[in-house]
């Protein structure tokens, strides 16, 4: 178990530059998340903390030393990959011996710790299996067996549920949880899942091209976005961003939609001069139907058993409400939208950034 | 154990089914089952017509050859006193030993230098490798009737002349089992080689332990071909090998055409039906893999 610690970090491919200066420090024993769309660097990332990617510039630190010259073989590091990458010609007993073996352990101790890393992941029944006959499920869980099986200073997981049906993907993150937990292992798990990140992770890194958003606990980011961006990251169905200007109100500034009708009253915190324009965030449960406010018409109407999700378009703009329990609503109909101005985020229409 | 998943079923179950289907024959695949019993007849018939020729005595070799008719081809009392003449007189046995050595020295040399090459140029980066991986397909454009008077000046430069070195040494480096390599090697996915090394293993274990034992199929196809190819070869040990108790069964065996005596027209038939069993042999013995290798190179 160890900490790391990314500082500056840049990495290069030729003339593209993926990742413009890293600064994250995980914690000893912490289950971080990294987080962002497709293409943002996450995997980048990771691969050169494992060592597998040559670093352009900044410093890896692991435990107290910068590895940034140490091949991968020598930093004592488990990887997980999204396609499990096990070793097609061992069965899973191999498998999880390759790395024991590489590092000179005796027969006896060998076995004594595949025992006990199967017994941990139920994988006593697979062990003379060869990856080929086994079901995707079945594979994953070798692969975690892999890493686990070396008790190593940090785990790494390279989106390692995306290629599991949904069900077995949400148990399958219990049991990571709970994994995380008894061994009290360093976890830095990469997704594009923001569901996956919010269950699992102590702490989120949300990244966009090559850049860190923000660094918080998951309630933190669900609760103050520092930016639009991980604002409608973060949270499924996404926060709704409607386009507004601030204009002075009777009782106060108030937001101002595309169609003039006076959206919400502007949070008392928030100091916005009149005529800027912002883009208001609101949670699509922060969102009701009321009996009086902004008139918005209902696009689609999806049940999803215990609440309802209610798509409605507000003078030219797409907005989400979450509706407890059953709704009457149809499409086409004609409807108020209320919320609590306490509730709204307000970003900067041009920078994002919050205020 | 619903999920117990029995590898060999599936191929039971085509095979079966393929026989099945066999009682109502279409036209397509009836035309196609003659034409490749006439194509395997082709084939075949000459090997078949040695194999009975050898069983002739040498005055029926000649006999037999007028009139032509289908009994020609029969020998009409079967003997086998070619080959006790080819292993007690001709020492058929010792050119073979020699043969084999060269064939051995062939396999064994180009199997370390294609895999070491093939995973170079697939795995490996380094300035150059492309355009060095192209100039490496280039040698295999340049017949051997090319260089081989320049090869022979080199060889006996060395003082390899007559010496079962020379026998193989100098085509120690095939351009098509470097390619051959390089393309099974790319198929591995690069992720068994990150996870390797993060398990530990530096280049060469996992070039030893990942990467080798997945490419088997090209391995076992390599071996076939560069044994086929080094057990038929003639023009090149003809030149450099001089010592008539060194010479391969191949040009021994050619010697005997033109014997300027006697005919050994029977010792000839007999020899190059010898000379095939090893073949044979081999291509059996590793059909399971090659055929498995040439398939999945090409669906991949
Ligand atoms: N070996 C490489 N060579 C060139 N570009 C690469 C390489 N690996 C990744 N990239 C680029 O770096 C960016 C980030 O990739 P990646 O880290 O895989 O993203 P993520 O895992 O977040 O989806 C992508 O634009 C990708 O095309
Ligand atoms: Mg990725």
Redo the contacts between chains.
């Keep these: 178990m160890a900490n790391v610690n990314v500082r500056k970090l840049v990495k290069s491919f030729g003339d593209a530059t993926v990742l413009r200066g890293i600064d994250v420090d995980v914690r000893d024993g912490e289950f971080l998340s990294l987080v962002g769309p497709s293409g943002c660097g996450k995997s980048t990332l990771l691969?050169m903390i494992?060592?597998?990617e040559p670093i352009s510039a900044g410093d890896i630190v692991i435990d107290g030393k910068v590895v940034n010259g140490l091949?991968?073989?020598?930093?004592d590091?488990?990887?997980v990959?999204q396609?499990y990458?096990?070793?097609?010609?061992m069965t899973v007993r191999e498998n999880m011996s390759?790395?024991l073996e590489?590092?000179g352990l005796s027969k006896a101790e060998i076995a004594a710790s595949v025992a006990s890393a199967a017994a941990i992941l139920g994988l006593e029944a697979l062990l003379d299996r060869y990856p080929?006959?086994?079901?995707g499920g079945?594979q994953q869980r070798v692969a975690m067996g892999?890493a686990i099986v070396?008790d190593p200073k940090v785990f790494l997981f390279d989106e390692p549920l995306s290629n599991l049906d949904a069900k077995l993907r949400v148990q399958m993150r219990t049991e990571i949880k709970d994994l995380h937990a008894r061994l009290g292992s360093t976890i830095i798990y990469v997704t594009h899942d923001q569901l996956e990140a919010m269950t699992m992770a102590d702490r989120i890194v949300v990244m966009r091209a090559g850049v860190i958003e923000q660094i918080g606990t998951p309630l933190d980011l669900y609760d103050r976005p520092g930016n639009s961006f991980v604002g409608s990251f973060i949270g499924s169905p996404a926060m709704n961003l409607v386009r507004c200007t601030v204009a002075g109100g009777d009782t106060g500034p108030v937001c101002v939609t595309a169609g003039n009708q006076i959206l919400a009253r502007l949070p008392v915190t928030k100091q916005v001069a009149a005529g800027a324009t912002v883009d208001v965030g609101i949670r699509p449960e922060d969102l009701e139907v009321g009996a009086s406010g902004p008139h918005a018409q209902v696009v689609v109407v999806e049940p999803t058993g215990p609440e309802t999700q209610v798509t409605a378009s507000l003078d030219g703009q797409i907005v989400r409400l979450v509706v407890k329990g059953r709704s009457s609503l149809n499409r086409g109909d004609k409807i108020s939208l209320r919320t609590d101005s306490e509730k709204l985020h307000i970003f900067d229409a041009e920078t994002g950034t919050r205020i | 154990m619903s999920e117990n998943v029995d590898t060999d079923l599936p191929v039971a179950a085509i095979q079966s089914s393929a026989l099945s289907k066999r009682a109502p024959r279409d036209p397509v695949s009836l035309i196609g089952t003659i034409s490749l019993s006439l194509i395997a007849f082709a084939f075949a018939f000459p090997i078949a017509w040695a194999a009975l020729t050898s069983l002739k005595s040498t005055s029926s070799v000649i006999a037999t050859r007028y009139p032509l008719t289908v009994w020609s081809f029969f020998p009409p009392h079967p003997t086998l006193e070619n080959y006790v003449f080819l292993f007690n007189e001709l020492k058929l046995g010792r050119h073979l030993l020699n043969t084999a050595i060269a064939s051995s020295g062939q396999v064994l040399l180009v199997v370390i230098t294609s895999t070491l090459a093939g995973y170079a140029f697939a795995r490996l980066r380094f300035p150059g490798r492309e355009g060095l991986f192209a100039l490496t397909l280039l040698t295999a454009f340049i017949p051997l009737e090319v260089i081989l008077v320049p090869l022979y000046q080199v060889v006996s430069g060395m003082g390899l002349t007559s010496t079962y070195a020379a026998l193989f040494l100098p085509f120690a480096a095939q351009p098509f089992g470097i390619y051959l390599m390089r393309q099974s090697f790319r198929q591995i996915p690069p992720e068994l080689d990150d996870a390797a090394r993060v398990d530990g293993a530096g280049t060469w274990r996992i070039f030893w332990r990942i990467a080798m034992p997945n490419v088997r199929p090209a391995l076992a196809t390599l071996v076939l071909i560069q044994f086929i190819w080094s057990w038929n070869a003639y023009l090149w040990p003809l030149v450099i090998m001089q010592d008539p108790d060194k010479q391969i069964v191949q040009v021994m065996l050619a010697g005997l055409k033109g014997s300027p005596n006697y005919s050994l027209d029977g010792p000839l038939f007999a020899g190059l039906t010898f000379v095939t069993v090893p073949l044979v042999v081999m291509a059996i013995l590793l059909q399971r893999y090659y055929v498995r290798g040439l398939m999945t190179s090409g669906i991949r």
């Design positions: 691969r494992a060592g597998l091949a991968a073989k020598d930093r590091i488990a990887m990959f396609n990458a096990l070793y097609p010609h390759f790395a590489m590092r080929r006959q086994m079901s079945q892999r070396r």
